[in-house]
């Protein structure tokens, strides 16, 4: 069973640590259990009582209310406020309700629900991203089952793949040409999968290596397909001494490349980029940058 910290429980339902502790002891929200050593911790009932708890409270339901509803009533109250707005806080809590249950078709339903209302591109920006960078610190701190980000992982990206497929704009005259890969050992591809929408929604050629790429395949076929502009995306792969060196080798192995990189670990001053590389900060600065192409 997995165990959650109150940390957790902060950071995945956006509700304090201390509002967390008040709502126990005033009205026996949840009762954590605790272990030989007298630590709290939250299962994931605790868990999904609390997303719920969070979208009502959100939404100007008073706690005090919301502790004499029972669980059913507290479950149709959301799917009454998921279903009548397009509220990214909600979309995102039912999505990690989705994740922990192993429930596809609530999963297929919430996602659904939202493209209908914000469209894919947006689908993505303000629910799925902010969604993963949740699921992201809690893996990181060994608080999230593997099984259950790969369940959630691989739907995300068989719905990438079918808008990318969907997209039958065909390239004009002054489009781009473009080589999306990932560096060995990064296996981080949803960001990928999503520029390489981007750019072909917007009529461009994309060449797509995909994850964990040897860097003399990168060469080979730099070598064969002569494309205009490199594109990868850094995640947790490459150690801090260790892509200072991989930047600078892209950068004198295509020295007449533009090279986009873009990603956690480039994030920040501490890597001085060379004078052909360019840091992308989120998809929203790509797009300009597509327009001054």
Request: glycine share 4%; net charge positive.
């Amino acid at each position: 069973m997995i165990r959650y910290s109150i940390n957790d429980l902060e950071k995945l339902t956006g509700i304090k640590a201390h509002t967390i502790r008040m709502w126990e002891k005033r009205y026996n929200i949840i009762s954590p259990e605790r272990t030989q050593t007298n630590i709290r911790y939250y299962n994931n009932d605790d868990l999904k009582k609390l997303l719920n708890i969070s979208a009502l409270n959100k939404h100007g339901h008073k706690i005090s209310k919301i502790a004499r509803m029972n669980e059913e009533a507290i479950r149709e109250k959301v799917m009454d406020i998921s279903g009548s707005n397009g509220d990214h806080d909600v979309m995102i809590s039912n999505l990690i309700l989705s994740m922990i249950s192993f429930r596809e078709d609530s999963f297929e339903h919430i996602l659904n629900s939202a493209i209908l209302k914000l469209g894919f591109e947006q689908t993505v920006i303000k629910v799925l991203y902010p969604f993963l960078e949740k699921i992201g610190v809690l893996w990181q701190t060994g608080s999230i089952n593997p099984a259950q980000e790969h369940f959630i992982v691989n739907l995300i990206r068989q719905k990438l793949i079918i808008a990318i497929d969907g997209q039958s704009k065909p390239p004009s005259d002054n489009s781009k040409s473009f080589l999306l890969f990932l560096p060995e050992q990064e296996f981080h591809e949803l960001g990928l999968l999503f520029y390489n929408f981007l750019l072909k929604k917007n009529g461009h050629k994309v060449v797509y290596l995909g994850q964990s790429v040897p860097f003399r395949d990168v060469e080979e076929v730099v070598r064969v397909r002569n494309v205009d502009y490199l594109f990868t995306y850094f995640v947790a792969a490459l150690s801090k001494l260790e892509l200072p060196e991989y930047i600078q080798k892209m950068s004198e192995s295509f020295p007449d490349k533009k090279i986009f990189v873009t990603g956690l670990q480039v994030q920040g001053d501490y890597i001085k980029l060379p004078k052909n590389i360019r840091f992308v900060k989120n998809t929203e600065s790509f797009k300009d940058l597509l327009n001054e192409l």
